[in-house]
């Protein structure tokens, strides 16, 4: 089984469209995050959510927004694509422990 | 700032041991973490050291100093298979809600 899974695995769009990204959680963990990461491969922390709850919004534009219906799910939308948005997003979650992050297998954005 | 470096390459060749340095910009982090990722996979957990001192698992051991500001992670008995990009990251809270990751290190290991 899958512990964070993320769809799709690639997404091409144009420039101005709106686009979700869906993740879900299999361990039970109470914290899920997004990140972005870059073609220099940097990796970002944009959002992290403890059981629904929104507990950090790392100054990314209001075009994305995040959405948890419950603590196994963290979804991602995104509006008005731009070009700069071209990234792989990564769905992780973890327990609040040292046992460190568990991430999905990324999401592969290219605006176009 | 919040910055993690890291070098931005290593390489070596199989069967020897390589440290892969990670200095803080800043205080504030409650230990360090470390990530491995191949190219085109997720980031994976390697460990993560709370206090100063060596963790030791398997071929791998991370090291922390925080009076130093400075952690390292040790490759021993390199295998190509440990070709990959490794970040160090640390957590500004103690919930470990937000994980700063440094710049990372592509390890290339040749025959």
């Known amino acids: 089984d899958t512990a964070v899974s993320q769809t799709p695995k690639y997404l091409v769009t144009q420039m101005g469209n709106d686009k979700s990204i869906k993740c879900e959680q299999n361990?039970?963990?109470?914290?899920m995050y997004w990140y972005k990461q870059d073609s220099k491969k940097f990796l970002k922390i944009m959002f992290s959510?403890?059981?629904?709850?929104?507990?950090i919004n790392e100054t990314v534009p209001n075009r994305f927004s995040p959405k948890s219906p419950d603590k196994a799910h963290l979804n991602l939308h995104i509006n008005s694509l731009e070009l700069g948005d071209s990234a792989v997003y990564f769905c992780?979650?973890?327990?609040?422990?040292?046992?460190?992050?568990?991430f999905g297998s990324g999401t592969r954005l290219t605006v176009v | 700032g919040q910055s993690l470096e890291q070098p931005s390459e290593v390489t070596a060749v199989e069967g020897a041991i390589v440290q892969i340095n990670c200095t803080y910009q800043?205080?504030?982090?409650?230990?360090l973490s470390w990530y491995q990722q191949h190219d085109g996979g997720a980031p994976t957990f390697l460990s993560y050291?709370?206090?100063?001192g060596l963790e030791e698992t398997g071929r791998f051991s991370s090291f922390l100093s925080r009076s130093d500001s400075y952690g390292y992670l040790l490759l021993q008995e390199l295998q190509m298979k440990d070709s990959a990009s490794y970040f160090c990251?640390?957590?500004?809270?103690?919930?470990?809600?937000?994980?700063?990751f440094g710049t990372g290190t592509r390890l290339l290991v040749s025959p």
């Open positions: 992780a979650s973890s327990q609040g422990t040292g046992s460190g992050y568990t």
């Open positions: 361990l039970g963990h109470d914290t």
């Open positions: 959510y403890n059981n629904k709850e929104l507990i």
């Open positions: 800043t205080s504030g982090f409650y230990g």
């Open positions: 050291n709370a206090l100063d």
């Open positions: 990251a640390g957590p500004r809270d103690t919930g470990f809600q937000k994980l700063v």
